[in-house]
């Protein structure tokens, strides 16, 4: 194959003048004349490095050659690149043995001519280097071999005469997949040029994810990539696509030194965000890792099937799979003494073993170039970090809509036939192209109605109405992204279900099987939960060993460090919602210090586990729950003061959050009035502006039956989420006077019916959670288990740093295994029923579980963002069966809290984490029910974050705990409370923008180890400069009486008549 014929396109990135430089001339050294092909010399090995002058001065070259210099039968010579381009081939020096590679700008054709004249030893083979600039012939070779890779289809394209492309392939592509000759590719597809000197790879997202495509290219400064929002594939040459492999971030770059020898480096991966991690030194920060056995002999296989002694190729590791990727033939590590000393010692015994027989050398050394066994221990008695779970609710959204209505058209059921909807007897529709077609078909029942000037079709319950509220609907936005709608389709064989006070659907409609069609939208991750889940990201970095240091942000200390070297197994599983991956998303873009979009991020970092019920399974508690609702709505509607006989029934734990609000309420459907009143007001208001927003009164109709005169209870959490975005997000542009006092009454009626869905007895919320937590608590515990045994399970796989390189890493050994779990209020609230009610300690003999359990009750709100962290430590210093030898902690915040003194700028974000301190609680109800403020410099009252340390051995036997929660505050010590010591330790971190205080925790195993609490969790993220920062929204206990009095609204302080 001729240079001229080959179509590879070349990389400007590496271009070199093909005239040389001042240096053409230099040999390494020596004359060319000092080497002849005389009898004199053939005593010794002449070993001849053909390629650009460029790659032969590189550190790598020049290091190793150095090094194969000192062997003393083997002499080189370097040909200059004057020579090269311009001499023939005739004129070159003879060499025994070659070293030559292609790189942009250097005749290949001219060497391989070279090679033919004088048949060298080659140490990589010239022909199948032409090869390696194909991926197609890449792709071939590599199945050839039996090497695992992504499955991979190809379209051809051709030029014609007129500068057009002819497709040769079959290829239908659509809005979240491909089809290339009959086989489907779904998004996220890798599209790589046919030409490997071609490195604009495209990674294409689904619209799950937010859709767009990551661009790469070779690396220009400190970017490798860009995200764009530009869907659609290129159709301007030839192409590969690949499946997506997710990997976690991380890509394996495998260099091969004969077949025997392979290193490995991990690496962030280029479609990540784009951003190259570099250290001191402007050098791409990598971590070699250990290679498995299997990974070993792909490394063998490609060095043999491609004839490279000296290769790279990448290597996709995921899920304990091994794929190849792509192979970038002649490569070298860089910035490895090791790999400098390994590579030249064995190429000069690849190339003594093949020559020296001929030459009558002695070669007595059998070398082997395998590592010797390395096993790494742990020194000293400190505990390790072993093991971080976390259970973490999604962020700040807007609010949840719904809307109903039965169908009976033909186009419909034609609609639910096509996806299969018969089968299961309902059907989801989310994707770009369903919804569309939804719109579709509403657009032209709109159209029909129109045309025949009616509002209804006979006997049926389209109305003109409803058709054009699911038609606005579907237009929001202007595009589909399937994350913030989506629509339901049920099957209704008798009819008409009964009838609600939301429904307009007639009386008169004849039973007859017909659809439920349900539409969602709203429940979307604003931008402020965006920032605020990054930020908690950042903060719960610092709680891993070496990043509560002030180099906490850099890519070489502690987490970074960790999951850079594959120390770190980082896995975080997200529910199917959108709201929850795009915060999972978000939050592991602080965490691990990434830039750009989080489509990329969703994609490679975040699991889904609604495949398996994880996160997603609450079907076998719906219908116990259904039952608790209605009993609970009921009694919640009765018009008369809360009697004893209430206070037991609705609060039967004695929860103080749960009776503080039933004391503020007094008569519920009183509340209800006041809120539907303020409800009314906030409509007139709305219209009065003509302000584009009619959830107000949406809910207004929800909420309130005119014709019974009575109140759904259960739009009581709608009202309450959609007061607190108003006042997070809208405050200033709603100006509606009486805004914060209907927060106040809804939250208050919020703080019963929320809570007490998931089971108002011990007995009904340990069934309810049961259902809904179970396939999670399994997996929480297999995660324990995985580090107290070391067994890993068969979805589960560690990937290990290769300690022979790691110089000035303490300890290659070392694993933190961290599994986040994003996931909604529900499997939040189940799961902390567990913790409180499922027997885990007895509240009657430890003092401290007990006040622990006291301060939960003071929780009246699991808010965005609640984490429940579970971390375990190990003293490898104690015997495997001490009781001694593991320490566990569980770590509790009941996430972000404000609305009240929002400031402007709702979602800037402090660059300084150690600027802010958190504000300790007044009352146990002040939070929630305290009067509209007036001061913007007032504080606010938050929680701090509890601790719950427990000491464990292996079999994770009970202990007993052992926990000191201390408050910290700049300019005074806090008056004891239930919850706080009185060996209060006094420590002031300053910030400028909030007046907050800092709560520290020291925790004390069975050997009394002092751990501090900055080193471990900061509960809630900081970094917010408004009230819509991370802080707990929840109170806790104070012994001042004077904290005590509950503060009405205003508009009960007008008419206290409403009340009595």
């Not at 150095?66 to 080189?76: G, M, Y």
């Not at 609907?473 to 339901?488: A, P």
């Amino acid at each position: 194959m001729s240079e001229k014929d080959s179509c590879i396109r070349q990389d400007d990135s590496d271009g070199e003048s093909v005239n040389g430089d001042e240096n053409d001339d230099i040999c390494d050294g020596h004359d060319l004349s000092d080497f002849d092909d005389s009898e004199d010399n053939r005593s010794f090995i002449t070993v001849g490095i053909c390629a650009q002058w460029k790659k032969v001065k590189a550190k790598p070259m020049e290091e190793i050659l150095h090094r194969l210099e000192q062997f003393e039968f083997i002499r080189l010579i370097i040909f200059s690149e004057a020579m090269i381009h311009e001499s023939p081939i005739e004129d070159w020096p003879f060499c025994h043995v070659l070293i030559s590679f292609h790189s942009k700008g250097f005749p290949l054709a001219k060497t391989q001519q070279y090679a033919r004249l004088h048949e060298p030893f080659l140490i990589n083979d010239l022909d199948k280097q032409w090869d390696i600039m194909d991926r197609i012939k890449v792709h071939e070779i590599l199945k050839d071999a039996g090497i695992a890779q992504p499955r991979y289809g190809i379209v051809r394209r051709t030029m014609d005469a007129d500068g057009t492309w002819q497709t040769l392939s079959s290829v239908n592509e659509q809005d979240d997949q491909i089809e290339i000759d009959g086989e489907i590719f779904h998004k996220p597809f890798v599209e790589k040029p046919v030409s490997a000197e071609n490195h604009d790879v495209y990674i294409y997202f689904p619209s799950s994810a937010g859709g767009g495509s990551q661009r790469l290219f070779r690396k220009i400064g400190s970017r490798s990539s860009v995200y764009t929002s530009e869907n659609s594939v290129r159709k301007d040459g030839s192409y590969i696509y690949e499946e997506f492999m997710p990997t976690d971030g991380t890509d394996v770059k495998v260099y091969t030194v004969g077949a025997e020898y392979a290193h490995a480096e991990a690496r962030k991966s280029p479609g990540l965000d784009g951003k190259v991690e570099r250290d001191e030194f402007g050098k791409e920060v990598r971590y070699p890792v250990i290679l498995r056995a299997d990974e070993k002999l792909i490394a063998m296989k490609i060095c043999l099937a491609f004839k490279q002694a000296i290769c790279g190729f990448d290597l996709l590791r995921t899920e304990g799979k091994s794929f190849v990727c792509d192979v970038n033939g002649f490569s070298f590590v860089k910035n490895s003494t090791k790999y400098y000393d390994d590579c030249a010692s064995i190429l000069g015994h690849m190339i003594l073993r093949e020559l020296a027989p001929t030459f009558a050398i002695p070669y007595p050394i059998d070398y082997q170039p395998d590592d010797p066994p390395f096993v790494p221990t742990a020194l000293g008695t400190r505990m390790e970090l072993r093991c971080v779970i976390a259970v973490i609710r999604h962020g700040d959204r807007t609010p949840k809509q719904k809307m109903k209505m039965v169908v009976l058209h033909p186009l419909f059921f034609q609609l639910f036939e096509k996806y299969n909807g018969p089968k299961t007897g309902h059907l989801k529709l989310k994707h770009p192209g369903q919804l569309q077609e939804v719109l579709d078909i509403t657009r032209i029942l709109i159209k029909e109605l129109n045309d025949n000037r009616t509002n209804r079709f006979p006997n049926s319950s389209e109305t003109r109405v409803k058709l054009f509220q699911l038609k606005q609907v579907l237009e929001l936005y202007g595009h589909f992204s399937g994350i913030n709608r989506k629509i339901q389709l049920k099957y209704l064989s008798k009819g008409l279900p009964k009838k609600t006070s939301s429904d307009d659907e007639p009386n008169n409609v004849s039973p007859q099987p017909s659809l439920l069609l349900i539409v969602k939208w709203g429940g979307q991750l604003t931008q402020t939960g965006k920032n605020q889940a990054e930020v908690l990201g950042k903060a719960f970095r610092k709680m891993y060993p070496g990043g509560q240091s002030a180099g906490g942000d850099r890519p070489d200390v502690g987490l970074l460090r960790l999951h850079s070297t594959f120390r770190h197994d980082l896995k975080i599983y997200a529910s199917d919602e959108g709201r929850v991956q795009m915060t999972a998303a978000a939050f592991a873009k602080g965490l691990l210090a990434l830039d750009g979009e989080l489509a990329p991020i969703l994609v490679q970092m975040v699991k889904s586990a609604n495949t398996n019920g994880l996160l997603d399974n609450d079907v076998d508690s719906t219908k116990e729950q259904q039952k608790v609702k209605r009993t609970l709505h009921d009694l919640l509607a009765k018009d008369r003061q809360f009697t004893a006989e209430d206070y037991d029934i609705i609060a039967p734990t004695r929860s103080r959050s749960l009776v503080s609000s039933m004391d503020f309420i007094k008569n519920p459907v009183t509340i209800c009035r006041k809120i539907y009143d303020y409800i009314l007001e906030m409509i007139t208001l709305i219209q009065s502006r003509s302000l584009n927003d009619n959830s107000g009164l949406k809910l207004g109709k929800d909420f309130y039956d005119a014709r019974k005169d009575k109140f759904n209870i259960s739009k009581v959490p709608d009202i309450y989420d959609s007061i607190k975005y108003e006042l997070l997000h809208n405050k200033d542009v709603l100006q509606f006077l009486y805004a914060e006092d209907l927060y106040v009454c809804s939250k208050a009626l919020a703080d019963i019916v929320v809570p007490q869905e998931y089971g108002v007895t011990i007995e009904e919320k340990l069934s309810i959670a049961r259902g809904v937590i179970t396939p999670l608590l399994r997996k929480i515990r297999a995660d324990l288990q995985c580090n107290l045994t070391g067994v890993i399970t068969h979805d589960e796989h560690v990937n290990k740093l290769d300690p022979i390189y790691s110089s000035g890493i303490q300890t290659p050994g070392r694993h933190v295994r961290t599994r986040l779990y994003f996931t909604s209020e529900s499997h939040v609230h189940s799961l902390l029923t567990v913790i409180r009610y499922g027997g885990l300690l007895d509240v009657s003999n430890d003092e401290q579980w007990k006040r622990s359990m006291e301060h939960l009750d003071t929780v009246s709100e699991l808010n965005y963002l609640t984490q429940i962290v579970i971390m375990l430590y190990e003293d490898s210093s104690e015997e495997e069966d001490s009781e001694r030898r593991f320490h566990v902690e569980l770590h509790f915040s009941p996430g972000a809290y404000g609305c009240f003194d929002v400031l402007p700028e709702i979602d800037s974000v402090s660059p300084n984490i150690n600027s802010i301190r958190t504000v300790l609680p007044k009352s146990n109800r002040q939070a929630a029910h305290s009067p509209p403020r007036h001061r913007i410099e007032m504080l606010r009252s938050v929680s701090p974050p509890t601790t719950v340390e427990s000491s464990m051995s292996s079999s994770l036997t009970q202990h007993p705990l052992n926990t000191t929660i201390t408050s910290l505050a700049a300019d005074q010590l806090v008056p004891e409370s239930p919850l706080i010591t009185d060996d209060n330790t006094k420590k002031s971190i300053q910030s400028e923008k909030l007046r907050q205080k800092v709560v520290k925790q020291r925790s004390f195993s069975s050997k009394t180890i002092y751990r501090s609490n900055s080193a471990m969790i900061p509960s809630r993220s900081p970094e917010q400069t408004n009230s819509a920062q991370l802080n707990s929204n929840t109170t806790q206990g104070s012994n001042n009486s004077n904290n005590k009095s509950v503060s009405k609204p205003r508009s009960f302080e007008d008419d206290e008549s409403d009340l009595e």
